[in-house]
């Protein structure tokens, strides 16, 4: 449970609208750390540029990197 109250749809701007949008086609749901990042949109923006550069790096295996969030959602005790 957060400290902080994340950013309703209704209040939402036109990036975080636009971030989660993607966010939903992506994993099927907005989740809470995008919604406490709307708060700042010069920090969710630049969170979500660095997203999409990992997505795209042709450096690691994608099922590799996956495998790696998994993992490290797992030693930190957050749902992936």
Same mark, same amino acid.
């Given at each position: 449970m957060a400290r902080i109250a994340g950013v309703t749809?209704?209040?939402a701007g036109l990036i975080s609208?636009?971030?989660f949008w993607?966010? %939903?086609?992506k994993? +099927? @749901?907005v989740s809470e750390m995008w919604r406490i990042?709307?708060?700042v949109p %010069?920090?969710?923006l +630049? @969170?979500?540029l660095a997203e999409l550069l990992l997505d795209s790096s042709k450096l690691v295996d994608r099922r590799l990197r996956w495998l790696g969030v998994?993992?490290?959602?797992?030693?930190?005790?957050?749902?992936?």
């Amino acid at each position: 449970m957060a400290r902080i109250a994340g950013v309703t749809d209704a209040q939402a701007g036109l990036i975080s609208r636009g971030l989660f949008w993607l966010a %939903r086609r992506k994993l +099927g @749901r907005v989740s809470e750390m995008w919604r406490i990042c709307a708060h700042v949109p %010069r920090i969710q923006l +630049g @969170r979500g540029l660095a997203e999409l550069l990992l997505d795209s790096s042709k450096l690691v295996d994608r099922r590799l990197r996956w495998l790696g969030v998994i993992k490290t959602a797992m030693l930190v005790g957050c749902p992936a």
